[in-house]
Each structure stands twice: as C-alpha cells, then as structure tokens.
C-alpha cells in the first residue's frame, strides 16, 4: 500500500506563490505516475498537473498552464508543484495522488490508486 503526504499549504495573497511537497511510501515500486488534483466544496476533483516517471512526460491542466511547475524525484517517489502568480480561483484543497496500476493516462482522477489527506491553500484577494 502506497501512502502519501502532502505539505506546503497555506495562505497566501494574490499574486503570490506556494509550494507545495508530497512523499510516497510504502509499496512506491509500483508507482507509474504522480499527480495533484484540487478540490472545492460541492465540485468534483480537478485535475491539476502530472508527471510519468518512465519517459518524464508533464501534463497541466488548462488553468494552471503557465502558472504552475511540477517536477518530482523518481528515485524518492516525491513531487513538487510551485505555484506562481496565485489567483483567489486557485483556492482549493490540493491532493497529491499516485498511480498505483498499469494506465493509459495520468490525467483523471480514476488513474490513481493511492491520495493523500489533502493541503488546504487560500489565496485572498
């Protein structure tokens, strides 16, 4: 069992920057990919960023292009996700996952096998 924990949260003004860690443990031999997602009250999970260690490859989600930079250490199964020039739509509590399992894409929720308890981040206007 893969088990994930988050950090790097926080409040912050518009405009500003965070970073955000997350570490896996466990059974990470078989994590093909890792990834953030966010979540607010009352919507579905969404999509943040991710990235393949196998070939390295990165996707992001449209809102956060340009804004947000994920890289990761393969080696130590940890990925990190700076985000710059936060906006009060960033405001979310953010999920750092991991695939667990042989898939096609890395970019929907049910990709991944393992979550972590979340980070809250709140960007004030």
């Known amino acids: 069992q893969v088990t994930l924990a988050e950090s790097g949260g926080g409040l912050v003004q518009a405009g500003g920057s965070l970073r955000l860690s997350c570490a896996a443990s466990?059974?990470?031999?078989?994590?093909?990919?890792m990834g953030w997602f966010r979540q607010v009250p009352w919507k579905e999970r969404e999509f943040v960023a991710s990235?393949?260690?196998?070939?390295?490859?990165?996707y992001y989600s449209n809102s956060v292009r340009g804004r947000f930079t994920i890289s990761g250490d393969k080696d130590e199964n940890a990925i990190y996700l700076q985000m710059n020039s936060l906006i009060p739509e960033d405001t979310a509590v953010y999920y750092c996952?991991?695939?667990?399992?042989?898939?096609?894409?890395?970019?929907?929720?049910?990709?991944?096998?393992?979550w972590g308890q979340g980070t809250q981040v709140a960007v004030l206007s």
């Open positions: 466990g059974r990470t031999v078989v994590t093909q990919a």
């Open positions: 990235i393949r260690w196998k070939d390295g490859s990165i």
């Open positions: 996952a991991a695939v667990t399992g042989i898939v096609p894409t890395i970019t929907f929720s049910d990709d991944y096998g393992a």
